[in-house]
């Protein structure tokens, strides 16, 4: 059974430049959250999605912007890039009954901002 | 607004020293406090999830007990392939979002 998938794993950009990162949810998952973590840090909340509408967003500028597809795929879309963006961004499925294992992670893109 | 502190940032042990992690956390109303171990350069793996004060749940030597202020994560006998750093967070009701800790990194030593 495949967990959450995340491409790419590592990604190099110019500040300025736009991003797309993709996520593909656990099988049966139907919820996708995205996080950033900066280095020594928790993860931060960016937004969530389901049924292909962001249902709940966290403090990030509208720079920051995602898109669910009707197979519950998903993607981050950063534009302007930042050096302050470099980070591990980390995709989160879940599914509405939100049981015991209801968060399952993937193992993240590390995005590097030059 | 939701918060976690998870104390201490740091911790080395030796092989089979047990020790305990704590998590104080201060929410408006709890839907679920979780414990995940994360690896470095990975994202993170869920371990329990605690609903309620009083609840415990445990997972070969880590086992995890919950109050209406803090959570802890005991550790037993651990071994070199527990060091890693574990993260705690909690979702509130009407909320989607985690809000984690900074976590607790836990190094063993042979």
């Known amino acids: 059974d495949a967990g959450v998938t995340q491409s790419p794993t590592h990604l190099i950009k110019t500040r300025g430049q736009q991003v797309t990162l993709r996520c593909s949810p656990k099988s049966g998952h139907d919820t996708v959250s995205w996080y950033q973590q900066a280095l020594g840090q928790g993860p931060q909340f960016i937004f969530q999605y389901y049924e292909e509408e962001e249902r709940q967003r966290g403090n990030f500028p509208d720079r920051f912007s995602g898109h669910q597809f009707p197979n519950y795929s998903s993607e981050l879309n950063v534009n302007a890039l930042l050096l302050g963006d470099s980070a591990l961004y980390l995709c989160a499925s879940s599914w509405p009954s939100r049981g015991e294992d209801g968060y399952t992670f993937g193992s993240g893109t590390r995005l590097t901002v030059v | 607004e939701d918060q976690v502190t998870q104390s201490p940032e740091a911790l080395r042990l030796q092989e089979g020293e047990s020790s305990s992690l704590n998590c104080s956390y201060t929410v408006s109303g709890l839907r679920g406090l979780f414990w995940y171990r994360q690896d470095p350069g990975k994202g993170p793996e869920f371990l329990f999830t605690?609903?309620?004060a009083g609840e415990e749940k445990e997972k070969e030597r880590l086992k995890a007990t919950l109050t209406k202020k803090e959570s802890f994560l005991h550790i037993t006998a651990p071994k070199p392939e527990d060091s890693a750093t574990y993260l705690c967070a909690v979702i509130n009701f009407g909320n989607e979002k985690l809000t984690f800790g900074t976590g607790t990194r836990l190094t063993i030593i042979p």
């Open positions: 605690l609903y309620s």
